[in-house]
């Protein structure tokens, strides 16, 4: 079975700030890595699809990278409304989540 | 507008049964595969099991086969969790999700239902 890990667990940052997730893969997964951003209380949404597509009406400052089995999540420019866990995701897997709040 | 309404959640003794229910609209429910995904209390998210379009392939997470059981209604847009056996560690919100792939699976869920709560204690 793939494992898929996410660092940090939680972090926080200030509005305007760039914000960085890493999600490692335990084998090659080529680009198979989605993004989910879930608020308190909500379903989760898609952001990224293929590690590095920006899902439709998704904001610009949201954005992916990697392949393989190292994959990057950013936020160019964290702002009030981010406030919430962000899970990668491959096949079946999901990773922990990192929380993300305002400093 | 896709919609994903789930129902049926609720309390329920350990060892009791329970069935979940999710109405789709908006899109061709036939064309797609279909998941349920839940989250336990302050956790993360686990995929719990899904099925094709025909309903000819399901698929369930280690921990739930032989309890739980996938099922749709295409003629009626629903999708279904059949749960018996229950845990105290199946408590969780249950949502069930699209996967965006009409041909194959993707694994990529682009549309989620807002879940339900099922709670599993005596």
């Known amino acids: 079975d793939i494992q898929m890990t996410q660092s940090p667990s939680s972090l926080s940052a200030s509005v305007g700030d760039r914000v960085t997730i890493t999600c490692q893969a335990s084998?090659?997964?080529?680009?198979?890595l989605n993004w989910y951003q879930q608020k308190p209380g909500k379903a989760p949404k898609l952001l990224i699809y293929?590690?590095?597509n920006l899902e439709t009406g998704v904001p610009s400052r949201f954005s992916g990278s990697g392949s393989g089995t190292d994959f990057t999540f950013t936020i160019s420019s964290l702002q009030p409304e981010d406030i919430a866990t962000y899970y990668c995701q491959q096949y079946d897997n999901f990773g922990p989540g990192t929380k993300v709040d305002i400093k | 507008e896709v919609q994903l309404v789930e129902s049926g959640g609720g309390l329920v003794q350990p060892g009791g049964s329970l069935r979940l229910s999710c109405a789709a609209s908006g899109f061709t429910f036939s064309s797609y595969w279909m998941s349920w995904v839940r989250q336990a209390p302050g956790k993360g998210l686990e995929w719990v099991a899904n099925?094709?379009?025909?309903?000819?392939?399901?698929y369930y997470v280690d921990s739930v086969k032989g309890r739980f059981t996938i099922s749709r209604d295409n003629a009626k847009n629903s999708l279904y969790l059949q749960m018996n056996s229950l845990r105290a560690e199946d408590t969780a919100v249950y949502y069930c999700?699209?996967?965006?792939?009409?041909?194959?699976?993707?694994?990529?869920?682009?549309?989620w239902g807002q879940g339900t709560l099922v709670t599993v204690s005596s």
């Open positions: 099925i094709k379009q025909d309903g000819s392939e399901k």
């Open positions: 293929d590690a590095s």
């Open positions: 084998q090659d997964i080529s680009n198979y």
């Open positions: 999700a699209r996967d965006r792939g009409t041909w194959i699976q993707l694994w990529l869920f682009d549309y």
